[in-house]
């Protein structure tokens, strides 16, 4: 199948692209390239023949009706978006844009390229939104969020996934577009842009510098491994059931501080320092509208596709640990690109 991959040059649309060729589909990887992409992260699969690609911006409409008149796909994976909710504290505007109005113009763009495919490729052709479960919003202590959970957003970020979220919806229900969901846990691994969580923590303390924890470190996340994320994307597109929403996670709870100081434990292996990595732990001011826990139940997605998650956290944390110090060369072209995880998104007042 040919798929149309778009945001595949970030962190978990390069780990799709990759899998999807390791696969034996034909990949179009759509991409803006925005602050965040790499394309070194797809360079193995680059020279690939059924590997090509288009740099384009999602809300560019003539040129992304343009790409599917030349490739003519047989699905889309949209995950191209603005990703992180620090920045999306800084110019909420620049994620309503991406990550709203580049999924409307995009479902348009896939709505025309199905109308006019002829039956048996129109029955077959998938529209596949990757969401987050921040949708959600925040859980307290106890409980998990199912697909059956109400949207409640609490940040620029997680409500402009949340709309695209309802327009994806809404194309399938108002004009039959034959689309599919997903709303995942946070994902961690190799190739992750060192604003996030896990690499920030890895790459500051490989530069000796403070390990930044937001607030008391207490918020609890469900981490998914990323290459364990791309296999349930390609499942849900393969054997998702039309129409419907699957929620991933990685069954892995834990408090911030448990994963920093995790990481710092492996990071002392790795990359041993005079002192413990974790004495340059520094708890900072914390996000405003900071969710306190999000948690998955994936009891759906195992039950009609048969997934689990294959990656347990503590050994998907070492494996990524040894990736950035082993490619410390990969961060280095970043940090000449300008970018060195310096803290962003303290609403000014
Ligand atoms: P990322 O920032 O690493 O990658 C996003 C990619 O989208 C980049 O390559 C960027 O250039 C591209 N992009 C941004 N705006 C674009 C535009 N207007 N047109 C075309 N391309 C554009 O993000 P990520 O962490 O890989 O997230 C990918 C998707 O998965 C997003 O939709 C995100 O909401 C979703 N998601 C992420 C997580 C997570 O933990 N990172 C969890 C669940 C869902």
Same mark, same amino acid.
């Given at each position: 199948m040919k798929i149309l991959i778009t945001g595949g040059a970030g962190f978990i649309g390069s780990a799709v692209v990759r899998r999807a060729i390791a696969d034996g589909h034909d990949v179009v990887n759509l991409d803006a390239l925005t602050y965040s992409a790499n394309l070194e992260n797809v360079a193995g699969v680059a020279r690939d023949p059924r590997y090509a690609f288009e740099q384009a911006d999602v809300c560019?409409?003539? =040129?992304?009706?343009?790409?599917?008149?030349?490739?003519?796909?047989?699905? %889309?994976? #949209?995950?191209?978006?603005? /990703?992180?909710?620090?920045? @999306?504290?800084? +110019? &909420?505007?620049?994620? %309503?844009?991406?990550?709203?109005?580049?999924?409307?113009?995009?479902?348009?763009?896939?709505?025309?390229?199905?109308?006019?495919?002829?039956?048996?490729?129109? @029955?077959?052709?998938?529209?596949?939104?990757?969401?987050?479960?921040?949708?959600?919003?925040?859980? +307290?202590?106890? +409980?998990?969020?199912?697909?059956?959970?109400?949207?409640?957003?609490?940040?620029?970020? /997680? @409500?402009?996934?949340?709309?695209?979220? #309802?327009? %994806?919806?809404?194309?399938?229900?108002?004009? +039959?577009? &034959?689309?599919?969901?997903?709303?995942? /846990?946070?994902?961690?691994?190799?190739?992750?842009?060192?604003?996030?969580?896990?690499?920030?923590?890895?790459?500051?303390?490989?530069?000796?510098?403070?390990?930044?924890?937001?607030?008391?470190? =207490?918020?609890? =996340?469900d981490w998914l491994h990323v290459d364990d994320h791309a296999e349930a994307l390609l499942l849900v597109l393969g054997k998702g059931r039309l129409g419907e929403t699957y929620c991933i996670g990685g069954d892995a709870s834990k408090r911030n501080l448990e994963v920093v100081q995790l990481l710092c434990a492996h990071l002392d292996k790795y990359a041993p320092a005079n002192t413990s990595h974790a004495e340059k732990i520094s708890f900072v001011t914390d996000r405003p509208g900071h969710d306190f826990r999000y948690s998955i139940d994936a009891a759906k997605l195992e039950r009609e596709l048969g997934w689990r998650p294959r990656m347990p956290l503590e050994a998907g944390l070492e494996d990524t640990v040894r990736w950035y110090v082993e490619n410390s060369d990969w961060v280095q072209r970043i940090r000449e690109r300008g970018f060195h995880s310096e803290r962003l998104g303290l609403v000014q007042a």
């Open positions: 560019d409409a003539a =040129r992304i009706a343009e790409i599917f008149a030349r490739h003519r796909p047989d699905a %889309v994976m #949209h995950l191209a978006a603005e /990703s992180h909710n620090d920045r @999306a504290i800084e +110019g &909420p505007l620049d994620f %309503v844009r991406a990550n709203v109005m580049g999924t409307a113009i995009l479902l348009e763009a896939a709505r025309a390229h199905w109308n006019g495919l002829p039956d048996a490729r129109k @029955a077959a052709f998938r529209f596949h939104h990757v969401s987050t479960d921040e949708v959600f919003g925040a859980l +307290g202590e106890d +409980g998990d969020f199912t697909e059956q959970t109400p949207y409640d957003p609490n940040s620029p970020y /997680s @409500a402009s996934k949340a709309g695209a979220d #309802h327009l %994806v919806r809404a194309w399938g229900r108002t004009y +039959g577009l &034959p689309v599919v969901l997903t709303n995942c /846990s946070n994902n961690y691994g190799p190739y992750q842009f060192p604003e996030k969580l896990i690499p920030t923590v890895i790459t500051r303390a490989l530069e000796g510098k403070t390990i930044p924890v937001y607030g008391d470190g =207490r918020q609890v =996340r």
